[in-house]
Structures are given as C-alpha cells and as structure tokens.
C-alpha cells in the first residue's frame, strides 16, 4: 500500500486536500468518491516516511515463475481470469503478491483488462511482462505468453546467478584479504613490536615501515573505515550524474577479463528480451523501447535509442550497432539477416542462446583463472607482513 496526496472538492463544495491510503490511485479515487469527494489531482508520496518498509525482493524469482506457470496452465484450462486470479490468491504464501491478487481480481470483476489491472502495482509486475500479456490479450493467446514469461524470467535468474556466482568469489577473497591484514597490523605486529624494542639494536628498514603502517592503523582505523564509506557515498552520487554514470558503465565493459564477462551477459539479456517480445507480436518500436529500459548498461541503452530512432526514421535496427564496440560483428550480423528474411526473433533466439552457453564457459574460464590469481594475492599480503616480522627475529637470534 502507499500513501496519495490529493486535491478535491466535497459535495457542498468546499475545496479539500490531505493525504490517504491505499494500493492504487484508482483505489484511492474510489475510496475519495464513497466519502463525497470529487478528485481533481492525486499524487503518490514517494519519501521514506510514507513507503511501506520490505527487507529483500517484494515476490521471490522462484515464487514469480511458479505463479507465471500456474496462471498459464489455468488459462489454458479455459478457467477464467477471475477465478484463475481467486484460486492463485489463496495458494500463494507471498503476502505481497496475495494483497495485489485480491485487487487485481476486484479490478477485473469491474471489466477492467489484466493489463491495465497490473499496472498497479509496478513494484511487482515488471513492465516488460505487462507488456507481454497485452500482447497476449490482443492475440488470443494469454496462456501462452504467460508460460514463454516464465521461461524467460527462469533464464534471466539463472543468467543472473552465473554473473554473481562468477564474482562473487574474488570479492569475498578481497574482503578476507582486508580483513587479515588490518588484523594482522592491528593486533600481531605491535605484540612483536613490543619484543623487537625490548632487545634493542637497529630494526631493518622495511620491518620499520611495516610498524609504521601498524601504528597508523592502530591510531586512524576510524578513519580508514570512514574513507571506505565516503568512497562508496561519493560513487552513489556520481552514478546519479548521467555523463559520469556512463563513463563509469564504459569502465565497467572495459575491465580486462570482467569486462567481456559483463559484456557477453548484456548481449544475452538484450537478445533474449527482445526476441521474446518479438515473438509474442509486440510492435518491433514497442519492443525496442521496453528492452532499452529493461538493460541496465548505459552504453547499450545509448545505442538501444540510436536503432529506436533508425527504425522510427525507416531505417535499419542493426545500424547503430554496426558502428558501436560493444555490439560483435556475430550480433549486427545476424540481426541484419534477420530484418532481411523476416525473421528477427528467431535470429536473436540463436544469438541469446549462443551468448548464453558462452556465458556458460566464460563463468567456468573465470573462476579457474581467478582462484589461484587471489590466492597468491592472499599469500603475498600476509607473506610480506610476516617477512617483516620474521625477519629481524634472525638479528635477535644471532645476538643471543
């Protein structure tokens, strides 16, 4: 639920303004209506003070795709949309998704299209599927839209879990990394520091930088870890910065060994969207414009407008591309065929499932180079601080 300002004027007509709340400005609306109040604008209050609090994803992948397979098999059953959205409403267990089946199915008792009725709730519904199933509701074919929704959101999870699976192991070995070192300078150096001075002579010279290192660590820790955290502040904000937010999205596809990996994953995502809209007949305009918002890259986004307005000007889709970095010859190519022969979903299907088993081999390539990259990063951090502690303990050993 959220909360709407309004401004109104009741049946004695005395203008009137305030706040309420409910699961929809249509909802709202009506609500106003019952209580003698004729609505002249209403807004959504967006701020934090007014936004029901979730920790976590509103509806689960696994739960979104077993309801997108349900919803499809009862469709297919030749029940209808009322009773196909009752019965959901009462087996899922996803409290988010119950509230809005309840309403969803108020909405299509008064005659409004399933469309229209999940606009609603754009928090659960993503645009793209909205889309699909108005596609379906044109064509005649909702049951099928609504399973072909289901595999492409099961690829896009699993598409997903290979970018995290494949970067998740170098972050986690960083963060080990920082953490044994600022332990190891915080704590183990300044036990043997204390030894060092207690027998006296010269300490060598990269022992003595090491302490020094120890001692700023000890005294400015704070400060450190304020740093880290201003350093992650300034970057939210500079990502908000259109032009810098796009630099940032270049350095991203240009990172040596990542940057191929996050490029091939952008090209699965962006074919196998637009090849799904294709073949559920959305317009191919519709279809390029839904993708553009659907890609998070910036880079991509760019050259996703520059074909929108190629095709609006009668020209061709692959166009742009062919004159950009980020899109391989294999992809403009067979987008180009496609346009020819007239069949453009079918091509961006093979491209999606091409990028997708390449996705495959570069997530298994990365994780084998990776690991043993990290751990001899790993060895060398806490190598060096503990030559540094071993090393004047052959002086003391030699003296006594």
């Known amino acids: 639920m959220a909360y709407y300002r309004y401004k109104g ?35 959504e209050l967006n701020t934090v003070l007014y936004q029901d609090i979730h920790f976590g994803k509103a509806i689960k992948n696994r739960d979104f795709v077993i309801f997108l397979r349900q919803f499809a098999t009862l469709i297919d059953a030749g029940i209808t949309l009322v009773e196909a959205t009752s019965i959901l409403e009462d087996q899922t267990s996803n409290k988010q998704l119950k ?24 928090k659960l519904f993503p645009e793209l599927l909205v889309s699909m199933i108005h596609a379906g509701e044109v064509s005649g074919s909702l049951d099928d839209i609504l399973d072909n929704m289901a595999s492409y959101y099961e ?26 070192t600022i332990f190891l300078l915080a704590f183990i150096v300044p036990i043997f520091t204390d030894m060092f001075l207690s027998f006296g002579g010269d300490i060598p010279l ?11 660590v000890q005294a400015f820790w704070w ?10 502040a300034v970057y939210k904000y500079l990502q908000q910065k259109p032009t810098l937010a796009y630099t940032f999205d270049v350095a991203k596809l240009r990172i040596p060994v990542f940057g191929g990996f ?13 090849s799904s809209l294709l073949n559920s007949s959305v317009p191919i305009l519709q279809a390029v414009e839904i993708t553009e918002r659907v890609i998070s890259n910036r880079v991509m986004k760019k050259v ?13 889709l692959a166009g742009p591309m062919q004159t950009h970095w980020v899109f391989p010859k294999l992809v403009t190519q067979m987008i180009a065929v496609g346009e020819r022969t007239g069949s453009l979903d079918a091509m961006l299907k093979k491209v999606a499932d ?38 004047p303990m052959f002086s003391i050993f030699d003296s006594i």
């Open 99 to 122: 509230q809005a089946l309840a309403k969803i199915q108020d909405y299509l008792e008064e005659g409004m299209a399933l469309s229209e009725a999940l606009t609603q709730f754009p």
């Open 155 to 180: 690829k896009q999870y699993q598409l997903k879990q290979k970018i995290i699976t494949a970067l998740t192991y170098p972050i986690v070995v960083g963060f080990i990394s920082i953490f044994i």
């Open 9 to 43: 004027r009741t049946r004695a007509g005395k203008a009137k303004r305030g706040k309420i709340n409910a699961d929809s400005s249509r909802e709202a609306i009506t609500m106003l209506k019952q209580d003698g109040i004729t609505v002249f604008d209403i807004n």
């Open 223 to 232: 400060v450190i870890l304020l740093i880290g955290l201003l350093l992650v």
């Open 304 to 316: 996703l407008k520059e074909s929108h307005s190629a095709l609006e000007q009668g020209e061709s």
């Open 262 to 274: 996050i490029q091939k994953s952008l090209l699965a995502r962006m074919t196998q969207t637009l």
């Open 354 to 391: 091409f990028y997708e088993q390449e996705l495959d081999e570069a997530s298994d390539k990365l994780k084998s180079l990776i690991e043993p990259v990290m751990i001899v990063f790993l060895a060398t951090i806490v190598g060096a601080i503990v030559m540094a502690i071993v090393i």
């Open 206 to 216: 990269y022992t003595a930088l090491v302490i020094r290192i120890s001692e700023v």
